[in-house]
């Protein structure tokens, strides 16, 4: 009985997080179309020229442009510096490892808001601050480590005796790492690009503080254009929102089609050492 | 030297260094020299010549700065017990499956798509004097006064919770379906009660995870930023120690100050950490002391 009654306590939370979120959501939905809104439960008419205004007196094209290929970039770059790592911490035991774990641990541990402002004081003293490959070069930092933290477990699961094998039959590393490892991690390197996409695409706090005036992806624009409170009108900007959210939740859901949710997070059963 | 077969366990060699190296020097680069440069800009101060700790006396002297602590405190410490709580109870009930599983996941999930951005549009609209929400409370007759939800403390937290409950929950959930259910079936068949297996099995098991989650949620929420400046009010009653250092950095352009701050604020989030790490400790020991007498 007791069980039955916690049972449907938890049901009536999840009904209420799902108001409470229907409520955000649709609000937001229906003050992007709202023509004027003002204390009244719905607004008295509805239009679509709130995309339009947000679309030409945002950027939008060159913002979401931005977006883009920073986080093309991101992927790219974190994997190709984060594949190699995570094949040598996943094989190899040496003495340095459990320190250069914790160090690659760090950034995703350290919140950015705590290592952003050095970094961004000292990209700004270098003349990358503020540029496209500043950006880049600042979401990096916590998406190498969780490009080798994700693609370790990947590589655990290979047999050493595939790649034995290969070897004995004349392979060298080369062939090995094209015809084994490559097609092997596949799912693996699939797994990280997206969730590596997913968190460039969303990262506000870096790359508020690195990116200048031509570089802002679409989430610091965002920011930004709702802080000169007042000047927007609150319409356009939820229009923008809105646009944000399809955006991210299209690539939530292609994720979740390759990903397990909890691998959304980085693993807890994963000691630091 | 003897030729090493292929993956197997041994020192560095060159393949290996090779491998490391480009990730590595990132790291050391981007993240190591910076940190280790706003340490020194930090005892640099632009108003006195050489080293000196000028930055950080002005901060705990100035009452507008040293407030952001507390403020950042009284913030941080509910949030976190808030949402692991939640977190907790869901991922430990969640457990073994439940009805609609998946699609109960996706829905607690989905606030990761909302972004900072919309959520924070959407809490004022819905929470705000004139939303939905005070609309119906008031329409129902339940309310004289519309709440005042938004630009204030329980605006913050909404947001927060809103943000951090998806991370921690899926850690946990993650965290506690990886625990040997047959020690759970154990514990039942030699009777003890739901509660029982919860207080003396699952828990000193899921400790370490929870530990874990604690000084994640906490750390994050020290450091917060876009929700405290959104929902809050960031010149005054929410005014984070994350914001002292952002105006320090770029509306002063006080970037020795800016860096001392985010160094108080990276002390506060180890100090944070470690006595987490500490109760977890004496958490495990009075647990396992607690089981071991009988």
């Known amino acids: 009985m007791r069980g039955r009654l916690w049972g449907l306590a938890l049901y009536m939370f999840v009904l209420v997080f799902i108001l409470n979120l229907l409520g955000i959501v649709t609000h937001v939905t229906v003050s992007a179309f709202a023509y004027r809104w003002f204390g009244t439960p719905l607004p008295r008419g509805f239009t679509v020229q709130w995309f339009t205004y947000a679309w030409k007196e945002f950027g939008l094209a060159q913002v979401l442009g931005i977006t883009i290929f920073v986080a093309l970039a991101v992927v790219f770059l974190s994997l190709l510096l984060g594949f190699p790592a995570a094949y040598i911490l996943a094989r190899r035991n040496f003495r340095a490892k459990p320190a250069l774990m914790l160090l690659y641990f760090l950034p995703l541990l350290i919140p950015q808001m705590t290592y952003g402002i050095p970094l961004a004081t000292t990209m700004f003293r270098h003349g990358i601050g503020g540029s496209v490959a500043g950006v880049i070069l600042a979401v990096m930092v916590p998406m190498v480590p969780l490009a080798i933290f994700i693609l370790m477990p990947f590589f655990e699961q290979i047999s050493l005796n595939l790649e034995w094998g290969a070897a004995m039959m004349g392979a060298n590393r080369l062939q090995i790492f094209r015809r084994i490892l490559l097609p092997l991690t596949l799912p693996g390197l699939l797994t990280a690009g997206i969730l590596i996409l997913v968190n460039t695409v969303s990262n506000f706090e870096l790359t508020f503080l690195v990116s200048g005036a031509g570089s802002q992806t679409l989430v610091v624009a965002l920011f930004y254009n709702v802080f000169a409170g007042g000047v927007r009108p609150v319409y356009s900007v939820d229009a923008m929102a809105l646009m944000y959210m399809t955006m991210v939740m299209l690539l939530l859901i292609v994720a979740l089609r390759f990903v397990r949710p909890t691998q959304m997070v980085f693993r807890l059963d994963q000691p630091k050492g | ?294």
């Open chain 2, 1 to 294: 030297m003897r030729r090493l077969r292929i993956g197997e366990p041994s020192e560095l060699d060159l393949l290996a260094m090779a491998c490391l190296a480009p990730s590595l020097l990132y790291v050391l680069v981007l993240f190591v020299y910076p940190f280790l440069y706003g340490i020194y800009l930090s005892v640099r101060p632009m108003k006195v010549p050489g080293f000196s700790l000028a930055n950080y006396i002005a901060f705990f002297t100035d009452q507008y700065q040293y407030k952001t602590v507390g403020i950042t405190f009284r913030l941080a410490v509910p949030n976190t017990i808030v949402v692991v709580a939640a977190s907790l109870l869901f991922a430990y009930n969640m457990r073994r499956g439940i009805w609609l599983e998946r699609t109960v996941t996706t829905i607690l999930v989905l606030p990761i798509s909302l972004g900072v951005i919309l959520l924070s549009q959407g809490i004022l609209g819905f929470y705000g004097g004139k939303g939905w929400f005070n609309q119906m409370l008031l329409g129902l007759g339940l309310l004289e006064d519309p709440l005042v939800l938004t630009h204030n403390f329980t605006g913050v937290m909404l947001s927060l919770f809103m943000q951090q409950f998806p991370f921690c929950f899926l850690m946990l959930l993650g965290y506690i379906s990886g625990i040997d259910p047959s020690i759970e079936n154990s514990a039942r068949t030699l009777g003890a009660n739901p509660w029982t297996v919860f207080r003396r099995v699952m828990l000193p098991l899921i400790a370490p995870g929870l530990a874990i989650a604690f000084a994640l949620v906490f750390v994050m929420s020290f450091a917060t930023f876009p929700s405290a400046i959104l929902l809050g009010q960031p010149t005054g009653a929410t005014r984070t120690i994350a914001i002292a250092a952002y105006a320090q950095a770029f509306e002063q352009f006080d970037m020795s100050y800016a860096s001392a701050i985010a160094v108080i604020m990276g002390l506060f989030q180890l100090a944070g950490l470690l006595i987490i790490l500490l109760l977890r400790k004496r958490m495990v020991m009075a647990a396992t002391m607690g089981v071991g007498k009988r």
